[in-house]
């Protein structure tokens, strides 16, 4: 049975820090690039940070570089979300996702990771506020 299961999330004052773990179960995870998605009430889902498969590149969305830090345990299984000088529009259901696309460049040569398989956590809520 394939599960992503997030956790860490929760309130915080604005300029605080955060972490989200996913741990993943059911496939295998070193074969998937991973990918944290947000999505806030009345806006769309919206991809926040991804990483290779084998943790050798990570991809950030303009509003969170900087601030935010994706990383991965393959022998665990795990990634992580390091949330730091948190803003109140950071408040949203943050949502682990395993196998859609990350495309990067390295010099001159264009490179995509995807996986056919696509599977998503449930969600867990970060809630920035004083």
């Known amino acids: 049975q394939v599960q992503l299961v997030e956790s860490g999330g929760g309130l915080v004052e604005p300029g605080g820090s955060l972490s989200l773990s996913c741990r993943a179960s059911g496939f295998t995870f070193s074969n998937y690039p991973m990918s944290w998605y947000r999505q806030s009430p009345g806006k769309e889902r919206e991809v926040v940070a991804q990483?290779?498969?084998?943790?050798?590149?990570?991809k950030y969305a303009d509003s969170v570089k900087g601030r935010f830090t994706i990383s991965r345990t393959n022998a665990e299984n795990t990634v992580l979300l390091q949330m730091s000088s948190l803003k109140s529009e950071d408040t949203a259901v943050y949502y682990c996702?395993?196998?859609?696309?990350?495309?990067?460049?390295?010099?001159?040569?264009?490179?995509?990771?995807?996986?056919?398989?696509?599977?998503w956590g449930q969600g867990t809520q970060v809630t920035v506020s004083s």
């Open positions: 996702n395993a196998g859609s696309e990350i495309t990067y460049d390295r010099g001159s040569v264009h490179y995509s990771q995807r996986h056919e398989d696509e599977y």
């Open positions: 990483i290779t498969k084998d943790g050798d590149f990570a």
